[in-house]
């Protein structure tokens, strides 16, 4: 094997590896010291870089946009990147390359955000981002998020994940379940139900109390989708919760292709209930595995 290497013109050995991956490529350096120079090339690491790159290092402070090849600036994108004003995170997969967005709460459409009767902005130290918001008390829950399918990675499955906490004193989260859906352009692609916490007792409680009115609206909600709460939050490393509102395909993006619009819903607007204490801080799209 060190013999072949050797007979081979360095450029040809780059150009091999670059149709590797950014995995492939550190477990070849670390295992054939033949191939550590080439592996270390920016023609190879900018081969896993997306092609608007520069655009995206554009919309982060200059201050922390600093590389010394290639390689520094793919995995100074992997440890995740505030753009646009610190409202959105931008990172890579350290395998694959692929692209992931958070969208924060301030990016999201979230019906009555702006009336402090409904809803709190506030600043916490356990978010990436500058503020979260938590829900007061409303009876119309509705929350939506957006990104072109031009930004993503092309041909890429990916989820669109809730990224939520909830409060100690909630209330009304358990009652209906919520509805998601993930639609690319005009078709639905996703449409599901959730609860986002999973108290039984209380669930069990209330339809002891309001069986006939809570069989009714859940059978309303549960009407033609996909699944019946089927869709379960689960925890994060960074001490929030997540629950998947949905997949897509990306497809395949040209260059002169203006992309499709993916939009990213969670509502309860049929139960007519009461409800408060979700705390949200964004939306998270990552490719799936």
Known sequence: MKMKLNKLPNDCVTAILSYTSPRDICRSAVACSELRQAAGSDFVWESFLPSDYSEIISRAH?????????KDLFFLLCNSLLIDHGKKIFNLDRDTGHKTYVLSARELSIMWSSNPLYWCWKN????????????????????HGTINTKQLSP??????????KVSEHAFGLDTMPMEISVSVGSDQVCNNTVYLRQDFKKQQ?????????????????????????????????????????????SGRVCCRDVGKEVKVSLMEVKGHHLKGGLIIEGIEIRPLH
């Open 62 to 70: 200059p201050s922390v946009v600093k590389f010394g090849s290639k």
């Open 124 to 143: 916490v130290t356990n978010s990436r981002f500058e503020e979260i918001v938590e829900l007061r008390t409303t009876w119309w829950l509705e929350i």
């Open 155 to 164: 041909k890429t499955t990916y989820g669109a994940y809730l990224i939520f």
């Open 205 to 249: 409680m209330q339809w002891v109390l309001f069986y006939n009115r809570t069989k009714m609206l859940t059978s309303r909600v549960n009407q033609g989708l996909e699944g019946s709460v089927s869709v379960v939050p689960g925890c994060r490393v960074d001490g929030w919760m997540e629950i998947e509102l949905g997949h897509f395909f």
